[in-house]
């Protein structure tokens, strides 16, 4: 691991030592940077987004922490006694901080495979309704004529595209939440 201070952080954060301390980063396991001020951590995370290609998780408890939440990817905030700053500008919010392991690997691994099933559902779904205009217009002479009355369509689509991902979203969940903080790797699989 590597400990940087806030004072070096700043020296580090220059144009000319950029590359060097992003070479020394992906070397090492766990990066902590401590004192750091609020614009120095918002410029290390768009830092660490911008030139390594990464996706970025910022996680605060404070006011000193929107800047970096709001620069990341995603942004976690948790409810501290700093006050709610960080939380209103975070994507997701968390009690404490021992949550966030279950948040990353339960749910995080739930989300990516409900997002990956929905857009093969979505996919499907438009191409099978697609195909069957394809068809109809050999059968009218290529006519331009429609085969369905507009409200059809919206019934079609509002049952189609409503009904199912609720009933997948709330119901999905491919592996126990046990097994998956068990077994971290399982998120890298689901990515």
Not at 58 to 83: F, K, P, Y
Request: charged share 15%; proline share 2%.
């Amino acid at each position: 691991g590597l400990v940087i201070d806030g004072r070096t952080l700043e020296h580090l954060l220059h144009d000319s030592l950029q590359n060097i301390f992003l070479e020394l980063t992906e070397k090492c396991r766990a990066v902590v940077c401590c004192r750091a001020t609020p614009l120095q951590k918002s410029v290390l995370v768009r830092l660490v987004r911008n030139k390594l290609k990464a996706m970025t998780l910022a996680v605060g408890d404070g006011a000193n922490d929107v800047s970096m939440i709001q620069v990341a990817d995603a942004g976690v905030g948790i409810l501290g006694q700093e006050g709610m700053q960080a939380v209103m500008a975070s994507d997701f919010a968390i009690s404490q901080f021992r949550h966030l392991r279950k948040l990353l690997l339960v749910h995080g691994h739930w989300c990516y495979t409900r997002l990956t099933n929905m857009v093969l559902y979505f996919f499907y779904k438009n191409v099978a309704y697609v195909n069957l205009l394809f068809w109809y217009q050999f059968f009218c002479g290529f006519s331009g004529t429609s085969m369905t009355d507009y409200w059809i369509l919206i019934l079609f689509n509002l049952l189609f595209t409503s009904v199912p991902p609720i009933i997948y979203g709330v119901l999905d969940k491919d592996v126990s939440a046990e097994i998956l903080m068990q077994l971290p790797q399982l998120y890298v699989t689901s990515q």
